[in-house]
């Protein structure tokens, strides 16, 4: 047969940390995004914890959800807090502008997102609105929250429910100021930015990290003026979504696809690991002591509506396509962790590349839900260099990629990680593992694959692409695994 890939892991050179928000989520105000696919209301049938629906909250406290970004996106810059406090009878329903021009009831306001994140156990990222709201309205909006003394805006909170004060990490200073978040220079957006995080304050030992709003893609500009002009934040934002045809007007199918489209999409993590260097360049030259994170807090797949739905609510399919493509995504960030800081998958539930996917009192969990699922031990794991050689080309058409992509790290709890993809639909590889240059005992962990590169999880059928055990032990001092075509691997290596 083929000469095997050999990957060798690297354990004497560590690497940063993987912060575990880069396995972060956001919810939107958009389509089922939150209501039906996480908000039910509390008189809905469907078992809830005040209102969220418990098989959903249930499902993504297995996967550890880290940080949690709301209430948007696009709809951030539209967002005024204030519609969504007090009574939920008397809040003012809106028009949702940005997506489907649906009614936006404010059922889910501040209280009840603080309440699913501490359902959830995760950190919050609440973006403001920059783009048509006021210093004034963001400045208060950020007291309401955090306010511990006896001031007008802690009283009205603890009238509406809540006494203490609630712990807000990231705070978001608009979203996609060149685009929906209000056509912005990224000069014009950085004199903003500079006056409103000035107003952003918080008690001392609650202070969020501010969050300025960047570019995306190859946008090196906007990186260039805010890491020159700004000194108050913490990070800036970076999005860069996957379209099978890189065309907005017709991206390509989200199932059924040809095999083009299966490597189109899997060769957008290549780009963004290009585009990253550049960016981290320009942040090296400007901001040498590392103050200056990088949040990619919009990721994933963009394929055509399905079909039969509102395309305002970005509903698509989730298959094993998604599950590669998130696994390359995870390496890409793992490499770049040192600036790489918080990634945000767009989106948690229902929208774009979904973990979760509800119909009514029914619930899936994607191939994308369990590539994070396997890739929990990375979360704060440091990560760890990896020589591959031997590792085939996988071409078609126009694309090029690695048939492998790999990944180490040792996990907090001291286990060696590795995580492996084989982009290639067609082609099982045979994979020699080696730590420093020594054979390695065994490896157990989980493989996730399937028959078809579209294969999915379906309400009457939601096991069909689910990880499956894996474990192989060394013969005569090497070891050898296959890996199997369109698959990802993760495992725990035992040197
Ligand atoms: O995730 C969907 C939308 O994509 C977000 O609202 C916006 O920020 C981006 O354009």
Not at 54 to 77: E, H, M, Q, T, Y
Not at 154 to 180: F, H, L, M
Not at 268 to 292: C, S, W
Request: net charge neutral; hydrophobic share 40%; proline share 6%.
């Amino acid at each position: 047969g083929a000469e095997p890939v050999r990957v060798d892991i690297q354990t004497g050179q560590a690497g940063p940390v993987i912060a575990r928000q880069i396995y972060g989520q956001f919810a939107e105000h958009l389509g089922a995004g939150i209501y039906e696919g996480l908000w039910v209301g509390t008189d809905s049938k469907i078992p809830n914890v005040r209102g969220w629906r418990s098989d959903v909250v249930n499902a993504l406290k297995a996967i550890k959800v880290p940080v949690l970004r709301w209430p948007g996106g696009c709809f951030a810059d539209e967002y005024h807090w204030r519609d969504g406090i007090g009574p939920q009878s008397q809040r003012p329903p809106r028009v949702n502008t940005s997506w489907g021009g649906v009614i936006e009831p404010n059922s889910v306001g501040t209280h009840e997102f603080m309440d699913l994140a501490e359902q959830l156990g995760t950190e919050v990222y609440i973006n403001a609105n920059l783009g048509s709201g006021t210093v004034q309205e963001m400045a208060q909006w950020l007291e309401y929250l955090t306010a511990e003394g006896d001031t007008a805006l802690a009283r009205e909170r603890r009238a509406n429910g809540r006494d203490k004060p609630w712990k807000v990490q990231y705070w978001g200073i608009g979203n996609e100021s060149w685009g929906c978040g209000g056509n912005m220079k990224p000069s014009y957006y950085a004199d903003q930015y500079k006056q409103w995080a000035t107003f952003a304050k918080a008690p001392r030992g609650n202070r969020p990290k501010l969050v300025a709003s960047g570019g995306q893609e190859l946008e090196l500009h906007w990186t260039e003026t805010l890491s020159a002009e700004i000194k108050q934040m913490s990070a800036i934002t970076h999005h860069q979504y996957s379209l099978p045809t890189r065309d907005w007007k017709k991206k390509g199918a989200a199932i059924g696809f040809p095999e083009s489209e299966w490597i189109s999409t899997l060769a957008v993590p290549q780009t963004i690991d290009g585009y990253l260097a550049k960016h981290r360049e320009i942040l090296d030259r400007n901001d040498p002591a590392k103050k200056f994170a990088i949040y990619f807090d919009e990721w994933g797949s963009w394929y055509d509506p399905e079909p039969g739905t509102d395309p305002g609510f970005l509903v698509q399919r989730n298959t094993l396509r998604d599950a590669v493509l998130a696994a390359l995504h995870f390496h890409v960030f793992h490499r770049h962790a040192e600036r790489v800081k918080m990634a945000n998958i767009a989106q948690m539930v229902n929208v774009l590349q979904a973990v979760v996917i509800t119909d009514k009192e029914r619930m899936v969990l994607t191939p994308t839900y369990h590539a994070f699922a396997m890739h929990l031990p990375f979360m704060d794991a440091t990560s760890l260099p990896v020589q591959l050689s031997g590792v085939p080309t996988y071409a078609l058409g126009k694309y090029s990629i690695p048939a492998v992509s790999a990944s180490a790290a040792k996990g907090v709890d001291g286990k060696l990680l590795l995580s492996l993809t084989n982009t290639n639909p067609n082609q099982a590889l045979p994979l020699q593992l080696a730590v420093g240059g020594k054979g390695v005992r065994a490896v157990t962990g989980q493989l996730l694959t399937a028959a078809a590169m579209d294969a999915e999880n379906r309400f009457e059928a939601p096991d069909r692409v689910k990880p499956q055990p894996f474990k192989a032990q060394a013969k005569d001092g090497t070891l050898n695994v296959t890996l199997p075509a369109k698959s990802v691997l993760v495992l725990e290596v035992q040197p």
